[in-house]
């Protein structure tokens, strides 16, 4: 079984890119590991996963790493970004039940490097604990409760959960209720894409602006290091405003401010990613999100589907 599942892994790249294959068998053995290894580079503060591994998987995790850093500087190089979606597109990716082969169009992932969504055996998914979370040093969400990084399809998702003992295979509709719990907790929901895996899709994360490396080099850099896409939309706030500021403290983007003058929530819409977490946590229904053509179009599957 375990040959087979590295020998599928293998198959995915083209015979130009044979090479990428030792870095995602790293990657997806060793998630936490890589995940530290970034923030050591990068110079976060981070805690060392438990778990032992040989200084050679080190040394490579650590080419990946800085292989990433070198080309993160511009979407036309950058080798592994994400896309902001909201809940009703994450669900999409989780809940397909017939193979995907596509490649999403410059205005909905602008990057060069990678933006196929190739799912194979959609219905095969894995849930492990969130590598971001595991290494923070002052996690949002405690041990046990950090099962919340989702990868879709097969290879890796039956890869995972034969050889990364953080992940285990789960049903489509347990991903559901993931994603739906989430969203409710307020975190972000980003498709990531990855050079390093044949150039494709390789999982949704849901993220926080305390925890996740993605999100803070976004909210720390922001274009300097684009790593995340907007979501195409932004929040819009009607006079149905009541000033609680809710919104405020929900808004993983820090896009949101309290106008003392008017008694009212601002957006500010150059940070603004269109997440949809405000959205949901109004509790006088005020915020609603609009389409915004210069931040792009929406990872919307249907949509991609309709157009091929």
């Known amino acids: 079984m375990r040959n087979e599942l590295t020998q599928a892994l293998w198959e995915i790249f083209p015979q130009g890119e044979k090479g990428d294959f030792y870095n995602i068998y790293m990657y997806l053995k060793h998630l936490d590991h890589f995940i530290y290894k970034a923030l050591e580079v990068s110079g976060m503060p981070a805690k060392r996963p438990e778990s032992e591994i040989s200084e050679d998987v080190e040394e490579m995790l650590e080419a990946v790493v800085l292989d990433i850093a070198e080309n993160a500087g511009s979407r036309d190089t950058s080798t592994y970004h994400g896309k902001v979606i909201k809940l009703r597109e994450a669900l999409q990716f989780v809940s397909q039940k017939e193979n995907i082969s596509l490649e999403a169009p410059e205005t909905v992932i602008p990057y060069k ?29 405690p ?7 989702l990868f879709v399809g097969d290879p890796q998702s039956a890869f995972l959960a034969e050889y990364n003992q953080k992940f285990r295979s789960i049903t489509q509709d347990e991903a559901v209720r993931i994603l739906e719990d989430v969203h409710e907790k307020g975190f972000v929901h980003c498709a990531y894409f990855k050079k390093h895996f044949a150039r494709r899709f390789v999982a949704i994360c849901n993220c926080c602006s305390c925890c996740c490396q993605g999100m803070k080099a976004w909210n720390m850099f922001g274009g300097a290091i684009p790593i995340l896409a907007s979501s195409g939309y932004v929040a819009e706030i009607s006079d149905e405003c009541m000033g609680c500021g809710d919104c405020v403290s929900t808004c993983n983007f820090f896009a949101i401010s309290m106008d003392e003058n008017e008694q009212k929530a601002v957006v500010d819409l150059e940070k603004c990613m269109g997440c949809g977490v405000c959205e949901d946590k109004c509790s006088t229904g005020a915020i609603s999100l609009r389409r915004e053509p210069s931040k792009g179009e929406p990872l919307d599957l249907a949509e991609l589907l309709n157009k091929v």
Do not use: F, K, Y
Not at 115 to 141: D, H
Not at 143 to 149: F, H, T
């Open 113 to 141: 490097q990678a933006r196929s969504i190739i799912l194979e055996n959609p219905t095969s998914l894995a849930v492990g604990e969130c590598p971001c979370r595991a290494v923070a040093e002052n996690p949002c969400l």
């Open 143 to 149: 041990e046990g409760e950090r099962d919340v990084c």
